[in-house]
Every structure is written in structure tokens, then in C-alpha cells.
Nanobody, 126 residues
Framework: QLQLVESGGGLVQPGGSLRLSCAAS????????IGWFRQAPGKEREGVSC????????YYADSVKGRFTISRDSAKNTVYLQMNSLKPEDTAIYYC???????????????????WGQGTQVTVSS
């Protein structure tokens, strides 16, 4: 079964940075569009950023444009989310998801029938 594992979350002060990782074992991520999503208490899940299978196309939510960068390393079978200039409103559980044969826009908007990780907590607070 396809399993994704997120890591890299934690507590950081406003203005700080974190890098989240989404890794897979027993299968390659090369054929999947990968998305990062977040959900804060009492709020709906939000598509933060998505990257195409070859890394050539990316999507960012307006709330993170210019601050977050998504990338993928095929050799390490891992997708990253570099988060800079973090704000308290970025506090949430962050999940990665994988889905084949979709676009980055569709993935971030409607990630139905995707494979999901267990999530990693990001807390931005002074």
C-alpha cells in the first residue's frame, strides 16, 4: 500500500522558517502529482502547494505565494515544502498527498482519491 510520511514540523517564531518533507517507501513518487495541504482547528482543509510529476509545474495558494517553495528530489524520493517568513496564521497540521494523472491546479483544488500522509504539526508563535 502506498504510504507517505511527513516530517519537519515544529514550533517556530513568526518570521522563521521550516522545511517539510514528504517521503515514500516501497514505491516511487515520480509518477505522482504531489500536494501539500493544511488544516487549522475549525477551518477547512486548504491546498497550499502542488507540484507536477516532473517538477515542471507548480501551484501556490495566494496566502503563501512568495514565502513557500515546493520542490522534489527524485533521487531521494521526497518532496519538500520550504516555508519562509512564517506567520501565526500558517499554524496548522500539514499533510502531503499523492495522485497520478492530474494537474497541479486540480490536485490542490480537489484532492479526492489521493493517497495521504499522517500529517505534521506546524505552530508559529512567539
Amino acid at each position: 500500500q502506498l504510504q507517505l510520511v511527513e516530517s519537519g514540523g515544529g514550533l517556530v517564531q513568526p518570521g522563521g522558517s521550516l522545511r517539510l518533507s514528504c517521503a515514500a517507501s516501497a514505491f516511487t513518487l515520480d509518477y505522482y502529482v504531489i500536494g501539500w495541504f493544511r488544516q487549522a482547528p475549525g477551518k477547512e482543509r486548504e491546498g497550499v502547494s502542488c507540484i507536477s510529476s516532473n517538477g515542471g509545474s507548480t501551484y501556490y495558494a495566494d496566502s503563501v505565494k512568495g514565502r513557500f517553495t515546493i520542490s522534489r528530489d527524485s533521487a531521494k524520493n521526497t518532496v519538500y515544502l520550504q516555508m519562509n517568513s512564517l506567520k501565526p496564521e500558517d499554524t496548522a497540521i500539514y499533510y502531503c498527498a499523492a495522485k497520478p494523472r492530474t494537474s497541479v491546479q486540480a490536485m490542490c483544488a480537489t484532492p479526492r482519491l489521493s493517497y495521504w500522509g499522517q500529517g505534521t504539526q506546524v505552530t508559529v508563535s512567539s
